[in-house]
């Protein structure tokens, strides 16, 4: 992804977080990122659109995503600032939407070490994170590089555009 560290705050969930939980519902008629972002774990969560701050993370344990199939969800994610989201495992269909918009994910068996309000730092190349709070490392698997190229490009829509351009 560049060669480049990802740092921020860590605001940690458990298990099974689902696409209602990050966009509710009735928010679906919302298709710019930033009036989504007003509503990000709304439920759950009230107080993060108030308080997330561009480039802090969202840390899960296992199945992040799970449930219905809404690209809102990523898309209210990267609208607050999110810089990336790490955890044990995503739904597939998260996954794919996360990268399809250009939000970079990481899977780490170790997820669940890290606190809510721990300040870590990614190093996405070498799939490494560091927990300044804890001085701790994890291991997380890199994106392969197609996946790295999308993402840093913005997502698929814009990677489209610049392969078409230089076709």
Known sequence: MGGYF????????????????????RYLVINDPEDLAKHVFEGVRPEFARE???????VAKRNFGCGSSREHAPLG???????AVVAE???????????NIGLPLF???EADRI???DEI???????????RSTGETYRTTPLPPFLQE???????????????RSA
């Open 6 to 25: 990802l740092a921020g705050r860590a605001w940690k969930f458990e298990d099974d977080v689902d696409t209602d939980a990050v966009i509710p519902g």
């Open 52 to 58: 997330v701050v561009a480039g802090d993370f969202v």
């Open 77 to 83: 994610l990267k609208g607050a600032g999110v810089k």
């Open 89 to 99: 495992s995503f739904a597939r269909i998260f996954f794919r939407n996360a990268i």
């Open 107 to 109: 899977v780490s068996a």
């Open 115 to 117: 606190r809510d309000g």
């Open 121 to 131: 730092e990614i190093d996405a190349d070498e799939g490494i994170i560091y927990n």
């Open 150 to 164: 999308i993402v840093a490009m913005g997502g698929l829509v814009e990677y489209t555009k610049r392969m078409v």
